[in-house]
């Protein structure tokens, strides 16, 4: 279980510590359980969703569940989620 572990690292960082938590689940055939306020850095990471607010069970989605009006309605806000090449992206 890895709570908020990309927090305080740039952009470079964050990517070659998720980078190396793929490949050591990879190699071990681990499940990792990470947590984490920054959905546009993990994202693309993450086979399942869970999302919390408060001390409740909002949503649990799969990768392909996820879109535009799901994130607002659980974040509260407005978001955009585009899906392209290179994964998802989230603005």
Same mark, same amino acid.
């Given at each position: 279980? $890895?709570d908020e572990?990309?927090?305080?690292?740039?952009?470079k960082?964050s990517?070659? %510590?998720? +980078?190396l938590?793929r490949?050591?689940?990879?190699?071990f055939?681990?499940t990792v359980?990470l947590?984490?306020?920054e959905? %546009?850095?993990v &994202?693309?990471?993450?086979?399942? %969703? *869970? %999302?919390?607010?408060g001390?409740?069970l909002l949503?649990?989605a799969d990768?392909s +569940?996820l879109n535009s009006e799901?994130?607002?309605?659980? $974040? +509260?806000?407005? &978001?955009? *989620?585009?899906?392209g090449k290179?994964g &998802?992206?989230?603005?």
């Open positions: 279980m $890895l572990p990309t927090t305080d690292l740039d952009w960082g990517r070659e %510590f998720l +980078q938590v490949e050591v689940r990879s190699r055939n681990l359980i947590v984490s306020h959905l %546009f850095r &994202i693309n990471e993450a086979e399942h %969703f *869970l %999302f919390l607010g001390n409740n949503k649990v990768k +569940q799901l994130l607002a309605k659980v $974040l +509260q806000t407005r &978001i955009c *989620l585009e899906r290179e &998802i992206s989230v603005s």
